[in-house]
């Protein structure tokens, strides 16, 4: 079974200032992880996503993310925060053993990040 | 990168009635559809996988009966809300995953905001 742990419910950083979102996951297989955005009433955005390859990811507005197996986290940062990225961000993770179907994912909770002048 | 559709993005019915929502893979055939529903200040929660040419699968607690889902095409999914009552209130977001060897990402529709009233 895999399962996803979002540190945090809600994180405040000021604009200019980095940001942390903490995530830790559990997986019997390989897993593929991702970190997805959504804005208020809005769809999921992908921002960046890890399937075994090279374990830091760069995602799109400046985010990224480190796989670190050892300590089972897949946490994402993004060196200073703009007004834009106040949204809830979620943890993915989906075990891909590679049969060519597609997998369920399991979501986090949710961070919120607000984002203060 | 693939474009997934849901309409419509907004809907408020009386209760009692049934509400149809639409998922489209628009430049790719989807073998398979995921239903996420997404409680207020929540994260999104599976309800069921939906499979091209047969039954859905409903997670544990989901009641078939009242959320019907046909995938009638390699293109389109359905979920129809029947005999809707307020608690059925909630936004509901469709994934589809594209089909291929390698299908880590899921491409999320633009979600439903069911309102029952």
């Known amino acids: 079974a895999q399962s996803v742990t979002q540190l945090d419910s809600h994180v405040s950083v000021s604009e200019g200032t980095p940001v942390l979102l903490r995530c830790n996951y559990s997986?019997?297989?390989?897993?593929?992880l991702f970190w997805y955005v959504q804005h208020p009433n809005k769809g999921l955005q992908l921002l960046l996503k890890y399937t075994s390859a090279a374990t830091l990811v760069k995602g799109i507005n400046g985010f990224e993310a480190e796989f670190k197996k050892s300590e089972t986290s897949f946490h994402l940062t993004k060196p200073s925060a703009h007004m834009s990225d106040a949204a809830e961000y979620f943890c993915?993770?989906?075990?891909?053993?590679?049969?060519?179907?597609?997998?369920?994912?399991?979501f986090g909770t949710g961070t919120r990040l607000q984002v203060t002048l | 990168g693939a474009v997934v559709s849901q309409h419509p993005s907004r809907v408020i019915c009386k209760s009692g009635t049934s509400v149809k929502i639409e998922c489209r893979s628009l430049?790719?055939?989807?073998?398979?559809m995921f239903w996420y529903r997404q409680f207020p200040k929540k994260s999104l929660m599976l309800m069921a996988t939906?499979?091209?040419?047969?039954?859905?699968?409903?997670e544990q607690g989901v009641e078939k009966d009242k959320f019907l889902i046909n995938h009638a095409s390699l293109t389109l999914s359905t979920l129809t809300v029947t005999s809707a009552h307020p608690e059925d209130s909630s936004f509901y977001i469709c994934s589809a995953s594209r089909q291929g060897p390698m299908n880590t990402e899921a491409f999320f529709g633009q979600g439903t905001r069911l309102t029952v009233v």
């Open positions: 993915v993770v989906s075990e891909d053993v590679g049969t060519g179907t597609a997998s369920k994912l399991t």
């Open positions: 997986s019997s297989y390989s897993p593929s």
């Open positions: 430049d790719f055939q989807a073998t398979t």
């Open positions: 939906s499979n091209e040419g047969s039954k859905a699968t409903y």
